[in-house]
């Protein structure tokens, strides 16, 4: 059986339309927020401390895509490199994400792309390094803000260093300055000091959450608007994006505000060897629940020790033996904390429980992405470490599996074959042993991106002359960003040679050339991986002009010496008769054209 070690994180010292979830996913909502806080941590620590080894990545952008519930998707990172380089990794439980940025180039930016409820969305951010870049709708208009743009996935298609230098610069005014003009509406939901992209975000119908749960977020043709989806919908916000300082907030169309939950009704508690199990009946419009205790009664939230955000029933764990323990439980959502329940008690078992290995991991979960997978799980009760199984066959085991030691959950591993399913198993360790293997997951990694190239010449390039101009037509190019056209006068054009003309489209119009002459031309195509080789030539002449004879100035010159005006409107076939024949000496005009004895006809 092969064995990779885990080092030790650190030493000791378009449009949003968003929806309430409503109770029935509080369960689902709080494991969520558990894998989303972890999964943020994680990438911070190994920032910080160096990451580990084996193949479980050092280096990490996390967070969490979601529009007021978690998106069903895919976030893709474009790094600073030229051409980009690109990693994509699907989107988790609770909207939660990790990209391994292992050799890439900082800065980053980030699209997800992703569905809630049948509604598609695209939703951008921006990392600076490794840690934390959540994507939601408030990140998607200050990025899109920052890099100068009106339409947010412009961010994401253009990415090059020069832009992301931009947004790195113009980020921080940016978004102090929307959250400035929000703060009537961000304090609403208890966010007031909240960053959209940096601070910790969790799907829990709180904080930024609830607020997204409650207003609609718009961005069109670069305008702004954010508008109220609850009681007197109305806009609260608006502004164009390129002018965030100068938006107009409506506080009249501030959506209602919500009211702190009803007090639990605690319905058990039960002592145990070492632990206390707590039953509540659910509140209706809680979003999380808080538990206070004590070893004497009389417990509230001010004397009482918190364990916050938790679901019922709840077991602690770890009590001393022969205790009495006292406890109150209250409700919480984006309004605040409810009164406390009434006070229940329970005692733990006089003696202290035997030391076990712990039980598997629960809630075992892998998410694939560009050669990379996501494993994370639940914490198991006594755990001091965990150890991770893999294999890309199903049915893996402690026995049959490659082993990861000392891994802490959500663990990143890197290098994988693109396009291939791996399978996971995780145990729990501590002094006494290591425990049963958790139920397999399974995740497989996307399949691999084509290294982007240059584009193809252009093909079936022609010409058209006119007047002092030249219009020079192709067909559009697979992978072309632009075109450019070279030209000169002198057959043999190239790219060297010729004159340019950058960012040209077909079909398109050359003006202020000679006339009744021949110009040469050429075109590439171009993206942001380089410029294609020419064309195969093309030319085309331009129009001669039409000479404009003066009937009366022939005449004089040719005429009006030996016969006045007697001959004037004499026709050209009488006239050519006379030369013929060298009548009066007219044979010396035998140099006159047609054209010239046809204007003079004419006088």
């Known amino acids: 059986m092969k064995e990779t070690t885990m080092k030790r994180y650190c030493h000791k010292s378009n449009r949003i339309v968003l929806k309430g979830d409503g109770m029935k996913h509080l369960l689902k909502r709080s494991f969520a927020a558990l894998t989303i806080f972890t999964l943020m941590t994680f990438g911070l620590i190994l920032t910080g401390c160096g990451g580990g080894s084996g193949g479980v990545s050092s280096e990490v952008v996390s967070g969490t895509a979601a529009v007021g519930a978690p998106l069903s998707g895919q976030v893709t990172l474009k790094d600073s490199s030229t051409p980009p380089q690109q990693r994509s990794t699907v989107i988790g439980a609770g909207g939660s994400f990790a990209i391994d940025v292992t050799g890439m180039k900082a800065p980053y930016v980030l699209q997800a792309t992703g569905s809630f409820e049948g509604t598609e969305y695209k939703l951008h951010s921006f990392a600076e390094g490794a840690g934390t870049a959540n994507i939601n709708p408030l990140s998607n208009v200050i990025v899109a803000s920052a890099a100068g743009v009106d339409e947010p996935s412009d961010v994401f298609a253009n990415a090059d260093l020069a832009k992301n230098k931009t947004i790195k610069a113009n980020l921080a005014t940016i978004s102090s300055t929307l959250l400035a003009k929000l703060q009537p509406l961000l304090k609403q939901y208890g966010a007031e000091g909240t960053n959209p992209i940096t601070s910790l975000f969790i799907v829990n119908q709180s904080g930024l959450d609830a607020m997204f749960d409650n207003v609609t977020i718009t961005v069109l043709k670069g305008d ?35 009211s702190a939950p009803v007090a639990p009704t605690v319905q058990s508690i039960v002592g145990g060897t070492g632990q206390v199990t707590l039953s509540w009946i659910s509140v209706s419009d809680a979003t999380s629940y808080n538990i206070y205790y004590a070893t004497t009664s009389g417990v509230t939230p001010t004397s009482g020790t918190v364990i916050p955000s938790v679901i019922s029933p709840y077991v602690q764990t770890g009590l001393a033996a022969g205790t009495a323990y006292f406890y109150v439980v209250t409700a919480v959502n984006s309004a605040g904390e409810s009164a406390a329940s009434a006070e229940f008690s329970a005692g733990t078992a006089s003696t202290q429980p035997v030391p076990t290995v712990p039980a598997a991991p629960a809630s075992v979960a892998a998410t694939g992405g560009t050669n990379q997978v996501a494993i994370s799980w639940g914490a198991a009760s006594s755990a001091t470490s965990y150890n991770v ?207 010239e004895l046809t204007a003079i006809s004419l006088y």
């Open 224 to 258: 702004l608007s954010i508008i109220s989806n609850g009681g007197q919908k109305g806009m609260i916000f608006s502004c164009k994006i390129s002018d965030i300082a100068n938006g107009t907030f409506n506080v009249s169309a501030l959506p209602p505000t919500a």
């Open 389 to 595: 199984y893999y294999a890309t066959t199903s049915g893996v085991t402690k026995t049959n599996g490659t082993k990861i030691s000392n891994a802490t959950s959500p663990m990143v591993q890197t290098g994988l074959a693109a396009g291939t399913a791996y399978y996971y198993i995780v145990t729990a360790v501590n002094s006494v042993g290591e425990g049963a293997a958790s139920n397999q997951a399974a995740a497989t990694t996307l399949a691999a991106v084509p290294t982007p190239t240059a584009p193809a010449a252009p093909t079936a390039v022609t010409a058209v002359g006119g007047a002092n101009q030249a219009t020079i037509n192709w067909p559009a190019v697979s992978g072309a960003a632009s075109y450019n056209l070279y030209w000169s006068a002198t057959n043999g054009v190239t790219k060297t040679s010729g004159t340019k003309v950058a960012g040209v489209s077909s079909p398109y119009v050359m003006t202020g050339l000679s006339a009744g002459t021949t110009y040469y031309f050429i075109v590439t195509s171009a993206n942001n991986v380089g410029e294609s080789v020419a064309s195969t030539q093309t030319s085309v002449a331009t129009n001669t002009p039409v000479q404009v004879l003066d009937g009366a100035a022939l005449y004089n010159a040719n005429c009006t010496g030996c016969h006045g005006t007697s001959k004037r409107g004499k026709s050209v076939s009488a006239t050519q008769g006379a030369i013929a024949t060298d009548r009066g000496g007219m044979g010396s005009l035998s140099t006159l054209t047609i054209a």
